[in-house]
């Protein structure tokens, strides 16, 4: 017999995960979905939520029972068009899934990635410079996080120098785009013609430098690894991938260390923490919150949950990062715990691709702010930045103070 509703009672919530209000301060309302139960009922929605570590993990691993290729929005592309062609390596399942994915695995490698490391270190030192100069007091998001990371990425892939103000519209846009269509899409959406038109006008293969990543994924087509059609659309992965989250990331890091003296200190007395200083920031603020899959049949998504074929089921990310099932003090920035296991960069097939350059940016940006300050505080409470996955800021005014 065919399931037409889950085969246990599953607690109901009225929770919005995307009301301004949850955008603002998820974490009672994480908490709360976390303790009504391993799966949850979002009825504002009519999709199931898991907010626990262990639910969140095993449905990340679970890729033919849950799959992508539905979208991983809220949206089901089986019911509803997407609002772009949809991506060839996060909204797609094995087997299709797997010659971008491996061409995406050896572009951003780790051991790739070392050729720009000395570059990338030199420009974080020049930008920290730079900002230093102007004053001990800045705003760690409009001066740093989102420099930064336009400052080092779209040279990585070789796009134009113009038109780049268009990058950050178009990550936020994407990722408010997993969400309903709420006011954070529908305000935005009027503007998104001439972006969406750049970005896919920065994929073509005679807009890309010949040295970059852009110009390498169509190395690979040239190869046979993927086809000519794909390759432009592997690009856009990582324009749309590759600039908000890592600017967030950075944030959150700075944000981290800012509001923890004392594991600031821990990192001075000793630098080889700044890589668990990294995962433990991404684990606590999971800049990208959630994520959805779609049951490709009847499923049992926690132990005697079984729910039918084609539900949607939202993965809480940032809930899974803090659950005290999993954690020891989840709320704490702790460099004396190791955060690895944590799902901030998701787990499986289809973790993060982009995980090394988003940790290799961080560690370096840090890196040089600890060689040039002796200390990082809030001058003010952040301005957040609402999006429907991303969670950030658009303000975060910060003092320093000198080394001595
Ligand atoms: C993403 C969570 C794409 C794409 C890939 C990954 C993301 C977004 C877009 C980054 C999801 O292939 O376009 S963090």
């Not at 139960?37 to 898991?50: C, K």
């Not at 997407?82 to 010659?99: F, G, T, Y």
């Not at 989102?146 to 268009?166: H, M, S, Y």
């Not at 097939?349 to 702010?369: F, K, M, N, P, Y």
């Amino acid at each position: 017999m065919t399931l037409t509703a889950p085969r246990v009672d599953v607690p109901t919530s009225d929770i919005d995960p995307f009301s301004d209000e949850y955008l603002r301060d998820p974490l009672p309302f994480q908490h709360e979905l976390r303790e009504l139960g391993p799966v949850v009922r979002l009825e504002r929605y009519g999709v199931y939520a898991m907010a626990r570590f262990a639910e969140v993990h095993r449905a990340l691993t679970d890729w033919q029972s849950l799959q992508s290729a539905a979208g991983v929005g809220l949206a089901d592309f089986v019911k509803e068009k997407p609002w772009r062609p949809p991506s060839l390596l996060l909204e797609a399942d094995p087997p299709r899934h797997d010659a971008p994915r491996a061409v995406g695995e050896r572009l951003l490698s780790p051991r790739k990635l070392r050729a720009l490391q000395g570059r990338w270190r030199v420009d974080a030192a020049e930008l920290v410079d730079d900002v230093l100069a102007r004053g001990s007091a800045f705003d760690a998001v409009t001066d740093l996080a989102q420099v930064f990371p336009l400052r080092v990425f779209p040279d990585a892939v070789g796009i134009g120098k113009t038109g780049r103000e268009n990058l950050l519209p178009y990550g936020d846009f994407a990722f408010n785009a997993f969400g309903p269509r709420n006011a954070l899409v529908t305000d935005a959406q009027p503007r998104m013609g001439p972006v969406v038109e750049w970005i896919g006008q920065q994929c073509m293969r005679e807009n890309l430098a010949d040295d970059g990543f852009g110009a390498q994924i169509w190395a690979a087509a040239d190869r046979g690894e993927i086809t000519h059609e794909q390759a432009p659309l592997i690009v856009r992965s990582l324009l749309t991938a590759g600039v908000d989250t890592t600017v967030t990331g950075i944030a959150a890091v700075v944000h981290a260390l800012a509001t923890h003296p004392d594991q600031w200190r821990a990192l001075q007395r000793d630098r080889s923490l700044l890589p668990r200083a990294f995962e433990e920031a991404v684990r606590l603020l999971s800049p990208v919150q959630a994520f959805f899959r779609t049951t490709t049949t009847e499923t049992e998504i926690a132990d005697g949950v079984v729910l039918p074929s084609g539900e949607k089921v939202m993965m809480l990310l940032g809930a899974a990062n803090r659950d005290h099932r999993k954690w020891r003090t989840p709320g704490a920035f702790d460099l004396s715990r190791d955060p690895s296991g944590h799902v901030a960069f998701g787990m499986g097939l289809h973790q993060c691709v982009g995980q090394h350059v988003a940790r290799l940016e961080s560690t370096v940006l840090i890196d040089a702010l600890l060689d040039r300050v002796d200390g990082i505080e809030l001058a003010a409470e952040p301005t957040l930045h609402l999006n429907n996955t991303l969670r950030g800021w658009d303000a975060m005014p910060v003092v320093t103070a000198p080394l001595t």
